[in-house]
């Protein structure tokens, strides 16, 4: 059983069927009535970054990651 299952967003056109590896910052905000287990609504929300963070690279959903980050880091 997979959470999208548990869930139950198969039922729901808009879900992704999958939650790519390369997207971190992303909410899927999920809305249920009341003892209804079939949900109601589907949002999926990019994570916005204020100053002084607000450059930071990131991709749009199951898009690749920006060209400097697939380059790899130095510490």
Not at 58 to 67: I, R, S, T, V, Y
Not at 68 to 75: D, V
Request: include cysteine.
């Amino acid at each position: 059983m997979t959470l999208r299952q548990l869930l139950h967003l198969d039922q729901i056109a808009d879900a992704p069927r999958s939650w790519p590896d390369s997207n971190y910052d992303f909410f899927w905000i999920v809305d249920y009535a009341p003892n209804n287990p079939v949900p109601t609504g589907f949002r999926m929300v990019r994570q916005a970054f204020a100053a002084p963070f607000a450059q930071l690279p990131a991709n749009d959903w199951d898009e690749p990651e920006p060209q400097h980050m697939q380059a790899g880091c130095r510490k």
